[in-house]
């Protein structure tokens, strides 16, 4: 079995900053690619951001990008998530995912964190 942990969650003022972590344990596991998604209080999950292992592409959704940056190491399944200039419409938890295949913003992943609160104060 594959396990993700995420890490680095917390409460900051709107404008700051926090990176989250998340590192995979477990069996051997080859990720096609990793991502973060989010649930909001009486919302639906939804897609951050991901990576693709493969040429190192990455995708951001249009609410984040410009002030979310996902970065990670292939050969350690390990995915970190740099946000800056947080909202107060970031507040969510915060999931890790990784997956062997299949686009990269579907929720449809493979394997799940069990996710970091993040909240934003204004």
């Known amino acids: 079995q594959v396990q993700l942990v995420e890490s680095g969650g917390g409460l900051v003022q709107a404008g700051g900053s926090l990176r989250l972590s998340c590192a995979a344990s477990?069996?051997?596991?080859?990720?096609?690619?990793m991502g973060w998604f989010r649930q909001a209080p009486g919302k639906e999950r939804e897609f951050v951001t991901a990576?693709?292992?493969?040429?190192?592409?990455?995708y951001y959704a249009d609410s984040v990008k410009g002030r979310f940056t996902i970065s990670g190491v292939n050969a350690k399944n390990t995915v970190y998530l740099q946000m800056n200039s947080l909202k107060p419409q970031d507040t969510a938890v915060y999931y890790c995912?990784?997956?062997?295949?299949?686009?990269?913003?579907?929720?449809?992943?493979?394997?799940w964190g069990q996710g970091t609160q993040v909240t934003v104060s204004s």
């Open positions: 995912a990784a997956r062997s295949r299949g686009p990269v913003i579907r929720s449809d992943y493979d394997y």
């Open positions: 477990g069996r051997t596991f080859r990720s096609y690619a």
């Open positions: 990576i693709n292992w493969s040429g190192g592409s990455t």
